[in-house]
């Protein structure tokens, strides 16, 4: 080496345009991929890509999508509840006497259904042979279909009592954080005015879906609101399902009747989504992080699935 060539000058100057590559690419590859397509050492492409702070967790990105700070107040109080009326309904003391203790369960309250519980205990004949005496009940002539003031058994039987009582305390804990959380978890959040406000003039195809590209291109002209990272992505994904779950724990619209927010908040939805088969994992663990997000949410299904196992272990 020649006095000439000292370290400092034979270092590789990079210029903006091979920096933007550097970090485009880094989105799809990994580092040492990276400095193979651009021909940069690869001490350079990391260099350039710890610098730049586009791939560690996009703060601002999170706090906007964030649910509102949780506030106690009269409205999530759960004190105890008076027991609901014992009615004839079938005219089987037995059946009529389950039915009653599950409109208790279904109050929510977590002090009557511990006492409906133990009452359940006190009938002698087995519950899964009430449930059929109920059923012969239920769907003979001109009693087709539940009877006004039957509370729908959803995903239980009428002899589930314990599994009912657990989805029964889990919707009222949801109501009351729904209630401290929101005036009205029914009204528009800010982040989904934010959604329709970026996509708007674009009309939606005759499935109220919109434009993927186009939704996408539209939603990357804002980088301050851009997940940087998986972990990023993974964050927004949950906001907008806790913001659906606590919206269909409303005694409003509960259930599938809940408001799922406009087309265009499920756009941004599905873009995020998409986004996990694009932005490389920053090591394994968070590669399995979203794995098990995947896994969970049947996100491996089709195409998409198989895009963000490839971008998981690419």
Known sequence: MTANDSPERTKQRVSEEQRRRVLDLRRRMSLREVATATGLPLGTVKTLVSRSGAFRDNLEHRAFFTLPPFRPSASTDLSTRAAPPQRTITGD???????????????????????????SKRIATPHKELDQRFREWEWKPYRLGLKPGIPPFRFHGLHELEGLARDSLALAKDRAEAAGRFGNVNADTDQEHWCC?????????????????????????????????????????????????????????PGAYAYQG?????????????????????????????LRYATAHKLFEGCAGDAILENLIG
């Open 262 to 290: 406009p087309g265009e908040a499920s756009a941004r939805r599905f873009f995020v989504e998409g986004l996990l088969a694009e932005i490389r994992p920053r090591n394994r663990d968070e590669a399995k992080a979203v």
């Open 197 to 253: 406000v970026v996509l708007a003039g674009m009309e939606p195809n005759d499935f109220d879906a919109y434009d993927d590209d186009e939704a996408a291109e539209r939603f990357k002209a804002h980088p301050e609101r851009l997940p940087h990272t998986l972990a990023d992505c993974l964050h927004e994904l949950d906001y907008w399902r806790d913001l659906w779950r606590l919206r269909r724990a409303s005694p409003e619209a």
């Open 93 to 119: 003391k037995e059946v009529d006497a389950l039915l009653w203790l599950r409109e208790c369960i279904e109050t929510g309250d977590e002090a009557l259904i511990g006492l409906a519980l133990e009452a």
